[in-house]
């Protein structure tokens, strides 16, 4: 019998890394639980726009649309669950002001990633809907920070930015937000240097651009600069510099926070506090987070939403 | 703090414009790295943290530091712009100029560039930088994929144009080809792991800031 070749990008798991998997799996359950969240069971499939709603084409360049034959419509293989748990609460679950959800399930996306080759991913993550500011990000930091460790891994970092401070910074620029993020996520001086030739922006909103270009965006540079540029960029500063001097004191011991303006999310939804994870060892961020408040707009259910994910395969 | 610092740099000639640049940094490898065999050499301790060099071709380099296997290292533009590395370049060192060229054989360039629409061989070592600039000018390019020596393939008529590093030019003048486009500028530019850049995050500042100053003190000598 000819053997059929494996699918670009997909793998099976079996044995140990199967056990292993559902092993850790079931521990971050438990810490989720304990937190107070409750699982949310998302389908494997979705409309196209519900995918992409408040996502724009940032999700639709990585799904993977088919049609269905009994539904006489398109359909979607999901490539990020967060959209889906903002439909579900916008929704199903009108009910509760506040929502703590997570989830954990195999997500797909159309093209296989740069550097694993990988297209499969087992996303897991937890979302604090109906609490806005300080309180709700602090607690998802928190079981960020617990979930690393629950996973093994050591001295865990989280680097937080805020997205509005890139949007405040950039203000008034016919560049799109996707693009400077692309450039900031480089981290490179000339090529940020070679976007900025052709923006009509203030030298001071450039020269701040530079600084996050060249890694210099920490929170000495951010308290010196806060009020240099305009309103809404002072209005993120304090709400970032505040949230950062909050968790600190709260996850002391924990895990180790650093404000990082350039940080960028994974998907562009986020449009408050986004942050990212590192630990020793690994050599690339292990989860992405942050506050969507835009995105549950979008579903038609104004309300704060923050939260983060990971792909749990590539935490075995 | 970490136990180790790894920083990937490249062999051959860049390596010689690159030590004055970590002397500076006081990053000094303890062994002549120019003429070791050893492919991986220990430098200085800095702040506990014990500091080793890998010396590796410089087109792995990036891959070195995307996989976390070098912390930092020093990378030509021209392999970063062709691979795209999920990797920092906070620093454009100055050193091993040169550009990324379209060159021809005379009697071809100068009847002028390929028409819109046209269909053309192109040899070259950077077939994602070659594809999309054909792309952007709507000219249907076959790439040929080489590994050196890209100056011999208009010479057997294996391709009309190749897209190929330039420094001097007398390689193409030798072989009959002459220039038609610049597409990029390139230099070396140090790369970080964005992991190392978090959780090294004290010790790599400064090392950058020690790096940028000496490519500042070099440029105004």
């Known amino acids: 019998m000819s053997v059929l070749k494996p699918i670009l990008g997909l793998e099976d798991a079996f044995g140990e890394q199967a056990s292993h998997l559902r092993a850790l799996q079931f521990q971050l359950f438990e810490i989720y639980n304990k937190a107070g969240f409750s699982e949310v069971i998302p389908p494997l499939v979705e409309r196209p726009q519900s995918l992409v709603s408040g996502a724009g084409r940032f999700l639709s360049d990585q799904t993977l649309v088919f049609s269905d034959p009994a539904d006489a419509g398109q359909l979607a293989i999901r490539p990020d669950i967060t959209p889906q748990v903002a439909r579900i609460a916008a929704t199903r679950m009108q009910s509760s002001d506040a929502l703590k959800l997570y989830y954990s399930g195999q997500v797909m996306l159309a093209r296989p990633d740069a550097r694993s080759g990988s297209r499969q ?30 996973a093994g891994f050591s001295s865990p970092v989280l680097q937080v930015g805020h997205m509005g401070l890139i949007s405040a910074l950039t203000e008034g620029s016919e560049t799109t937000l996707e693009t400077w993020v692309k450039t900031l996520s480089r981290r490179s001086p000339e090529d940020m240097l070679n976007q900025l030739a052709n923006e009509d922006l203030p030298q001071v909103n450039k020269d701040a651009l530079m600084a996050l270009a060249a890694g210099q965006g920490d929170d000495v540079w951010l308290a010196e600069i806060a009020n240099q540029i305009n309103d809404d960029f002072a209005t993120a500063a304090q709400e970032l510099l505040q949230l950062v001097q909050t968790v600190e004191s709260r996850l002391v011991g924990e895990v180790t926070i650093q404000i990082e303006v350039a940080v960028v999310p994974r998907f562009l939804y986020h449009s408050g506090m986004v942050f990212s994870g590192f630990a020793d060892g690994s050599s690339r961020a292990l989860l992405h987070g942050g506050r969507y408040d835009e995105m549950m707009k979008a579903h038609g259910r104004a309300m704060p939403a923050t939260g983060f994910s990971f792909d749990l395969w590539a935490w075995l | 703090m970490a136990d180790m610092l790894t920083i990937a740099l490249s062999k051959g000639r860049i390596l010689e414009q690159t030590l004055p640049l970590l002397a500076h940094a006081n990053l000094t490898p303890i062994e002549d790295v120019q003429t070791t065999r050893k492919l991986m050499v220990n430098g200085p301790v800095v702040d506990g943290t014990q500091v080793r060099f890998l010396i590796i071709r410089a087109a792995d380099v990036c891959t070195y530091v995307e996989q976390g296997a070098a912390d930092m290292g020093i990378s030509g533009r021209d392999l970063l712009l062709e691979h795209k590395p999920h990797v920092y370049e906070p620093l454009d060192l100055k050193i091993g100029c040169c550009r990324v060229c379209v060159c021809g054989p005379k009697a071809l360039v100068e009847q002028g560039k390929p028409k819109a629409g ?3 061989c192109v040899a070259t070592k950077y077939d994602r930088l070659a594809e999309e600039y054909y792309l952007s000018q709507g000219i249907q390019a076959e790439i040929i994929h080489l590994y050196g020596g890209m100056e011999l393939a208009p010479l057997v008529g294996m391709a009309e144009r190749i897209v190929d590093i330039v420094e001097t030019g007398s390689t193409l003048r030798a072989n009959g080809l002459v220039e038609e486009t610049t597409l990029y500028d390139i230099s070396s530019r140090l790369i970080v792991n964005p992991a190392s850049a978090a959780t090294k995050r004290s010790l790599i500042k400064p090392i950058i800031e020690q790096l940028r100053e000496a490519v500042q003190r070099r440029e105004n000598a």
């Open chain 1, 121 to 150: 991913q087992w996303q897991t993550g937890v979302e604090y809907l109906g609490v806005s500011g300080e309180a709700g990000d602090v607690e998802v930091m928190h079981l960020a920070g617990l979930s690393m460790q629950a």
């Open chain 2, 118 to 120: 046209s269909r053309i």
